[in-house]
């Protein structure tokens, strides 16, 4: 299974910008989809995350700012982010996990760099 993200780029404080994630399988194929980012120096932390039964679940830090939802006819999963700060600035992933015959499978992207200047 493979992950596309895209979207990042370079925005304003305060700016919106939408991140988009397309597998290589159906997305009805996963038992959670989600973004985690890591900023320079940092480790790795969750952003939002959507599971099969259609809850979501946001970081503290991004609550009322971000939302995540699902695409079924194209197939994607998408970040919608807005009231952007600097500190939101870090690479994003897509991340998506199956649970196949008692085994967890997780998946990764490429990442896409976001960049909020002030």
């Known amino acids: 299974v493979q992950l596309q993200a895209f979207g990042g780029g370079l925005v304003q404080f305060g700016g919106s910008l939408k991140l988009s994630c397309a597998p290589s399988?159906?997305?009805?194929?996963?038992?959670?989809m989600g973004w985690y980012r890591q900023a320079p120096g940092k480790q790795r932390e969750l952003v939002a995350t959507?599971?099969?039964?259609?809850?979501?679940n946001y970081a503290d830090s991004v609550k009322g700012r971000f939302t995540i939802s699902v695409d079924n006819a194209k197939n994607t999963i998408s970040l919608q982010m807005s009231s952007l700060k600097p500190e939101d600035t870090a690479v994003y992933y897509c991340n998506a996990d199956q649970l196949y015959m008692g085994h967890r499978y997780d998946y990764w992207g490429q990442g896409t760099l976001v960049t909020v200047s002030s």
């Open positions: 959507f599971t099969s039964g259609s809850s979501t």
């Open positions: 399988a159906s997305i009805h194929s996963f038992n959670t």
